[in-house]
């Protein structure tokens, strides 16, 4: 599977932004897509995860109730809209994807290039 991100850029405080991500390769309806970033000087982190259906989501509590993510399998896009950003949303954002049908938090052995979101104050 290779997932190629793209939508990032910079926004002020409480703005939006949508990252979408086209994945090609193998058969993309069976796989479990996500969404991870990393911040300057810290480790990588879940930020949100849909499963193969679309009908099940998990987010990491920071980003519980600003951010959506969802899939259209008919176009083999993942989205993530981020709503209210904040400055602490800054950071590369990664795509990726996993064998299985659940909306998990790891295990994921695909990963994108990465797409930089900036957020100031």
């Known amino acids: 599977v290779q997932l190629q991100a793209s939508g990032g850029g910079l926004v002020q405080a409480g703005g939006s932004l949508r990252l979408s991500c086209a994945a090609s390769?193998?058969?993309?309806?069976?796989?479990?897509m996500g969404w991870f970033r990393q911040a300057p000087g810290k480790e990588r982190e879940f930020v949100a995860a849909v499963s193969w259906s679309g009908d099940s989501t998990n987010y990491a509590d920071s980003v519980k109730g600003r951010f959506t993510i969802s899939r259209d399998n008919a176009k083999i896009t993942v989205y993530l809209q981020m709503n209210s950003l904040e400055p602490e949303d800054t950071a590369v954002y990664y795509c990726?994807?996993?064998?299985?049908?659940?909306?998990?938090?790891?295990?994921?052995?695909?990963w994108g290039q990465g797409t930089q979101v900036t957020v100031s104050s």
């Open positions: 990726v994807a996993r064998d299985g049908l659940a909306a998990s938090r790891s295990g994921y052995h695909y």
């Open positions: 390769g193998r058969t993309f309806s069976r796989y479990a």
